[in-house]
């Protein structure tokens, strides 16, 4: 991470202008503890009373990494229950992103959240079909498959 | 635009400063090797 993606001048820019970036040794106590870490590097996108609504573990190139902070920044929104906000950065990944590892997930709760905020069912088999259509090998389409029989 | 990522440290002034630029955390564990 250090000598690829953070030094990536559209990840910079896109860490300092949307996130509060926070660095903390493997080991360091109570933190080590509380967040069950066992591998380096773990990613996780806290809200702001410090809860963590998403984790990554592993490298993650520069353009993946953005992807990946925006879907956890969209999960946080869903979790607290703020559906248009989620919605929003689902859209960001989804519309800018398409081709990203993150993609299938956004496609998913954005289905999943629109339908929270509206009631209408719809948008779940909309979201399957284009899962279907574009991510046929995602586990998020095999996820989604219920919502086929959605008419 | 910004040239590097530049971490807070704490967990506290990092919360803190999420609360008040309504901003979440990136939280990196890292090993430095």
């Known amino acids: 991470m250090d000598a690829v993606t953070y030094p990536n001048e559209a990840v910079a820019e896109f860490v300092m202008t949307n996130l509060i970036p926070l660095r903390i040794q493997f080991d360091t106590q109570p933190h080590a503890t509380d967040f069950h870490l066992k591998w380096t590097p773990t990613l996780i996108t806290l809200d702001t009373d410090g809860v963590e609504h998403h984790r990554t573990v592993g490298f993650l190139a520069p353009e993946e990494l953005i992807a990946s902070l925006l879907l956890g920044m969209g999960k946080s929104c869903f979790e607290l229950g703020r559906f248009e906000d989620a919605i929003s950065f689902f859209n960001k990944i989804i519309d800018q992103r398409p081709k990203s590892h993150s993609t299938p997930e956004a496609v998913y709760l954005r289905g999943v959240a629109t339908y929270k905020s509206t009631n209408d069912p719809k948008p779940l088999r909309l979201a399957y079909d284009k899962l279907k259509a574009e991510y046929a090998d995602s586990e998020w389409t095999m996820r989604a498959q219920p919502y086929s029989l959605i008419g | ?33």
Do not use: Q, T, Y
């Open chain 2, 1 to 33: 635009m910004a040239k590097s990522v530049v971490w807070e440290i704490s967990m506290d002034k990092a919360l803190s400063r999420a609360k008040s630029e309504n901003k979440h955390v990136l939280l990196d564990f890292f090993n430095p090797g």
